[in-house]
DNA sequence: AAAAACATGTCAACCGGTTGACATATGAAA
DNA sequence: TTTCATATGTCAACCGGTTGACATGTTTTT
């Protein structure tokens, strides 16, 4: 069995309550007492019961943590770095991978909270879930509107969508077309469209707006549809690939005949594409942002607190637009 | 406050025991009464607290993973699958992110048992980390030998590192290099050096072989040492493409002067880099295995287990080979 | 010499659920 | 009618650590 405080304080010849002591540096406590107690504490190979601890100070130091999939590079990064400034500050993750399902979201808020997280970060939602609407659980949402009550995190995406259709404009195209991701999410992310239409019209050009589905078949619709394309805002990095690859299939030279601008600029896309323009994210200023403001409102509750953070992303022009 | 099985016992007018008999389907409970009290659960949000029940039944249904980093698309996709599968049998996952640092894999560990795990997977290994021997933890490591005693899991890497060097060699590439990760760890990683060596040395090639530092700076150094270079296997798909980066600003003409092929074929290279020739892991069998070995160790304590488990990868031929 | 600070011990309640022992009551089967 | 399966209640111990109250020393300070 595993030892207890008990069996150190056995061990190192005091009190279970000494041990305490000297576990949690209260009341006084003799140097050669806590030399002792240590002493037990290794020969024994004690490690303290987090959980017990947990249920009484009513406090668990978990984070839970739901976006669709640490498999893509943005997701992967975010969390990367939101589990490095939680493990800094004491905290632990929890991590779920909903998938996109609503089903699957709601299941993991539930285990959640049936496991006593201390709060949760979330970047992953189906429209309507108000679910998240839990009174006394601090909740932040990251590029996700949760709720009017749940502050968000975000990158700039009006800006950032504004530098990526204006890049194009300046570039000389006149025919842009945008690729979104799944718009019945409601994220600030749909800012990025409403900017490049924005900034089309005030061009006097024509917005278009793809809406891209799971196996990417609609960007050779999208070809076949506008033989005349010049430039393409694709909202993420990985659908800006998806495009490169199809027009190199279709002899399209980007770019000469096209341009396009990703958006993300995640560790791996710099490195598996460093030529693709692209909007790269202040993911870590992201992270970090979320944490702090995670655990602002578990430390004062009821403080007011910021309900949206934007924070300003970067432009990086690559070889895809032309260099 | 949270409410608790008490405040659901008096809102459905019967006792705590009887919500714990429903909530654990144990003893007799009559249809009317179990309705009864579901209805006061809903009524009150009740959550039942996994914390105070772990700490009696002295399980956690917590897993640990300590692998460098969510960031890196391998490991990305690793542990989404690890989380995934991980969830369907109703264990819920801790995420450290170790970054190939010994001292934060040593404190993850002591984490993780203070925080009554109920086993543990790691990729993530500093040679000579004893800390990996606990008794009555269960431990299965991914691509990493741990200890003597603690099972593996990972590709086929020896069949997979001989797929890539025999490509090239049938390719008709004299001057092949590899180049390595890091190989101060102790990975069957490694064993695709091994292959490498061993086909090119049956071949009457001169194996050669670099070793990858964090800025990639050897690359350069690579192609400056070796004019007549006109294959390499990377052992990494991010390695590969950084090679392809760099033959392309040396206007090395791939694959008409230089074949590359790379490893890992994860989602998101498949998506980014398309092109790309590399041998395919089988990230989801790993992470089932893994899962699979883990549990056996939970359920079955001292039952015999497989201490490794080599599952075969895929060759992906790409453009980058010469398609 | 008295007061204050230091050091440790004993004891019990508590965190929120689980479980076994035991009691009681009802309806159904033998 | 007796027995048994069903249905629920009461009670207390337990999981492992925390904490406050209180007691009893020993040193230091004043």
Chains 1, 2 share one sequence.
Do not use: W
């Not at 799971?214 to 076949?224: G, P, S, V």
């Not at 979320?290 to 578990?298: C, S, T």
């Amino acid at each position: 069995m595993k030892p207890k405080i008990e069996d150190v304080a056995k061990v190192a010849g005091v009190s279970p309550t000494t041990v305490s002591r000297v576990l949690n540096n209260r009341g006084y406590i003799g140097e050669s007492t806590r030399i002792k107690v240590h002493k037990a504490m290794e020969q024994l190979n004690y490690y303290p019961n987090e959980v017990a601890r947990s249920l009484f100070i009513k406090k668990t130091f978990l984070i839970g943590l739901i976006f669709p999939t640490t498999s893509n590079p943005f997701y992967g990064q975010l969390i990367f770095h939101l589990e490095n400034i939680a493990a800094t500050l004491g905290y632990k993750v929890l991590l779920c991978n909903s998938q996109g399902r609503e089903d699957k979201e709601k299941n993991y808020l539930n285990m959640l909270q049936r496991n006593q997280v201390d709060g949760i970060i979330a970047g992953a939602h189906n429209k309507g879930i108000e679910e998240y609407e839990m009174p006394n659980l601090p909740v932040v949402g990251v590029d996700r509107y949760l709720s009017s009550k749940i502050p968000v995190v975000s990158s700039d995406n009006y800006h950032g969508g504004k530098l990526a259709t204006q890049l194009l404009v300046n570039k000389g195209c006149k025919n842009i077309i945008h690729i979104n991701g799944p718009i019945s999410l409601e994220t600030p992310a749909n800012l990025r469209r409403k900017a490049y239409e924005d900034i089309m019209r005030a061009n006097q050009l024509t917005p278009l707006t793809y809406e891209i589905d799971d196996h990417f078949t609609i960007i050779k619709q999208l070809f076949e549809e506008n033989p005349r394309v010049d430039g393409i805002f694709a909202s993420d990095d990985l659908i800006a690939s998806q495009v490169i690859r199809e027009a190199k299939e279709r002899n399209i030279d980007i770019p000469t005949d096209l341009k396009v601008i990703g958006y993300d600029g995640t560790e791996t896309t710099r490195l598996l594409l460093p030529g693709l323009s692209t909007v790269q994210q202040p993911i870590k200023e992201i992270a970090e942002k979320a944490i702090e403001l995670l655990v602002k409102q578990m430390d004062d509750k009821d403080d007011a607190i910021q309900l949206e953070t934007i924070i300003p992303g970067k432009l990086i022009e690559g070889e895809t637009t032309g260099g």
